[in-house]
């Protein structure tokens, strides 16, 4: 049964600071892994999707990483602002039993002004 | 449409009466799912559609539960005779029928049994 965790359940930070999100997963037969963002009482907004085949994936100023064998994925987020603050959730999908994610815990990250 | 749309947005009914929620995904994706976010836990699975195949229902956590997809579109999440366990946000997603896509979420259906 594939497993998420993620690490560390809560994070704060001031603002400016370049920070990791730490996610593993037990599986390591993945075929993608995607980071979602939570904001309170909302649904989940997509930030990276990363093939199993992929090393990393880049939009703007968040970077994920993927390293299947060993399983792990990182979030960094450069330059943090008051606007990154959420819940960070990464989520992978298996090659088999169907095509359901299995999510994390989730991080809830707040960035200090 | 542009994303994935819930209805309603929230929710609130006695202990015993029958809900139901609906997603519209987004048009042409032949995937959709239906996730249960309660308060304070991860996301778990509760049933999955995929064009025409036979649905995998394997995370409704009970009978009361049910769901159905009609013409290939809008789904119905059902709840019936709800407990106050029910309670919790509800959420839809939707994906191309292709493997490397990934999934677009709406906002959820915020279920408050009382």
């Known amino acids: 049964k594939q497993e998420v965790t993620q690490i560390p359940a809560a994070l704060s930070v001031p603002e400016g600071e370049n920070l990791v999100l730490n996610c593993s997963f037990t599986?390591?037969?993945?075929?993608?892994l995607q980071w979602f963002r939570q904001d309170p009482g909302k649904g989940l907004t997509s930030l990276l999707l990363?093939?199993?085949?992929?090393r990393e994936q880049t939009s703007g100023r968040l970077n994920a990483s993927l390293d299947k064998s060993s399983g792990r994925s990182t979030l960094y987020i450069a330059a943090s602002q008051p606007g990154d603050s959420a819940t960070y959730l990464c989520a992978v999908r298996r090659e088999t039993s169907g095509s359901r994610l299995t999510f994390g815990e989730g991080t809830q990250l707040t960035v200090n002004p | 449409g542009a994303g994935v749309s819930q209805s309603p947005s929230n929710k609130v009914t006695e202990k015993g009466k029958d809900v139901e929620l609906r997603c519209d995904p987004i048009s042409g994706h032949t995937a959709l799912y239906w996730y249960r976010q309660s308060l304070g836990q991860g996301l778990e699975f509760l049933i999955y559609?995929?064009?025409?195949?036979?649905?995998?229902k394997s995370g409704l956590p009970s009978d009361r539960f049910s769901a159905e997809r009609t013409g290939g579109s809008v789904s119905t999440l059902t709840i019936q005779r709800t407990q106050q366990e029910d309670s919790a946000v509800y959420l839809c997603?939707?994906?191309?029928?292709?493997?490397?896509?990934?999934?677009?979420f709406g906002s959820g259906t915020r279920l408050t049994v009382v």
């Open positions: 997603a939707s994906r191309t029928g292709q493997y490397n896509y990934g999934y677009t």
């Open positions: 559609f995929q064009g025409n195949s036979a649905p995998d």
């Open positions: 990363i093939q199993s085949s992929q």
């Open positions: 599986d390591s037969a993945i075929y993608n």
